[in-house]
């Protein structure tokens, strides 16, 4: 949607890392997320991160927030062939919940 | 396999028609959150029901309606077809979510994918 902004495509080398950046737009956002989506599934949550954070990390995953510009980004570490997908930003104000359009991540060899 | 059913998975039917699409939580999760997925406007929530009552509303058109069954399964009807309905129609459910959207963990169904001729 329009509250929520990322780049369509990303292209990644095998073992490189990925990095996935969205921008938002309400301030009082409370939570934001990311999901992956593999082709003909479901969404399937990675992570998300509460507002008043600046950073978590889930092994491979490194999320990093910088609230005062709205800008949410997703590090992939070691990316493997089966992170190839869709991957959504997403926020909530508890009462709204925002998607981006998704960014498409393709893994070469 | 997230533990959510959707049925069908697929349908196909005709402008001016009406469908049910059903949806059956995870076990314990009071929970259920609808989306549409489509090109044109990409992952939009709809509407989430906890414990039988109506909690959050999104996009959701006044041709579309849903309700949360004592059982927990939902289903979202969707009446007066238009192509432009055509959409893949995501289920999720989650635990709590008394106050609004959940902000924790949701699991999606696999969806059911609306084809209007």
């Known amino acids: 949607g329009e509250d929520v902004e990322q780049s369509l495509f990303l292209s990644v080398r095998e073992g490189d890392s990925s990095v996935i950046n969205c921008t938002y737009t309400?301030?009082?956002?409370?939570?934001l997320y990311w999901y992956k989506q593999e082709p003909g599934a479901g969404l399937q949550l990675l992570t998300y991160?509460?507002?008043?954070?600046d950073m978590k990390q889930d092994q491979r995953l490194t999320v990093l927030l910088n609230k005062k510009d709205k800008h949410l980004s997703l590090r992939i570490a070691d990316t493997q062939t089966g992170d190839s997908a869709i991957y959504f930003c997403?926020?909530?104000?508890?009462?709204?919940?925002?998607f981006g359009a998704g960014t498409t991540v393709t893994v070469r060899a | 396999d997230s533990g959510v059913t959707q049925t069908p998975k697929h349908l196909i039917t005709a402008t001016g028609q009406r469908v049910t699409l059903r949806c059956s939580p995870r076990s314990g999760d009071l929970s259920v959150y609808w989306y549409q997925q489509s090109l044109d406007q990409g992952l939009q929530f709809l509407i989430q029901?906890?414990?039988?009552?109506?909690?959050a509303k999104g996009n959701i058109l006044e041709r579309f309606s849903a309700q949360q069954f004592p059982d927990l399964h939902s289903e979202l009807n969707l009446s007066s077809l238009e192509l432009g309905d055509s959409a893949l129609y995501f289920c999720?459910?989650?635990?709590?979510?008394?106050?609004?959207?959940?902000?924790?963990?949701?699991?999606f169904g696999p969806g059911t994918r609306l084809t209007v001729l």
């Open positions: 991160i509460f507002s008043n954070m």
């Open positions: 309400d301030s009082s956002s409370t939570y």
């Open positions: 997403a926020e909530t104000n508890d009462y709204k919940l925002s």
């Open positions: 029901y906890y414990n039988g009552e109506e909690r």
């Open positions: 999720a459910s989650s635990v709590g979510g008394t106050g609004g959207i959940w902000v924790g963990e949701q699991f």
